[in-house]
């Protein structure tokens, strides 16, 4: 009985820092996105099309994993901030910064939900 309880203690402690450190990888990618979109922004402002590229590039990157991870309650928002971002980065390969920055700006309005 007590070998059964230690076993049961031990995958109970082994499942909790499994779920802290998936909460640890979404809040990085989190970070991340949010960092990268407004890193996009002030590029995009400055009309400096290639790092508002490479920036939103990035941000799309971790907000697919955000989204991936999040829960249904947050996903709508997550989709959301991908649309920009996707809208972004088509604007932005047509030179487009105005336009690329707006969407980059609606895609952080939604992160930060």
Avoid: C, F
């Avoid at 909460?23 to 991340?32: K, L, P, R, Y």
């Avoid at 996105?33 to 996009?40: C, G, K, L, P, T």
């Avoid at 941000?59 to 971002?85: C, D, F, G, P």
């Amino acid at each position: 009985m007590k070998s059964i309880s230690t076993v049961i203690i031990i995958i109970s402690l082994l499942l909790g820092g499994a779920s802290l450190a998936m909460a640890s990888d979404a809040q990085e990618h989190i970070d991340n996105a949010i960092r990268h979109a407004e890193d996009a922004e002030i590029h995009g402002r400055a009309g400096h099309i290639s790092a508002l590229l490479e920036h939103a590039q990035e941000s799309l990157t971790h907000a697919r994993a955000v989204y991936k991870e999040s829960s249904s309650e947050n996903n709508q928002h997550w989709m959301t901030s991908i649309k920009h971002l996707e809208e972004a980065i088509n604007q932005a390969n047509q030179d487009h910064a105005e336009v690329a920055t707006d969407q980059v700006r609606e895609a952080l309005n939604h992160m930060r939900r």
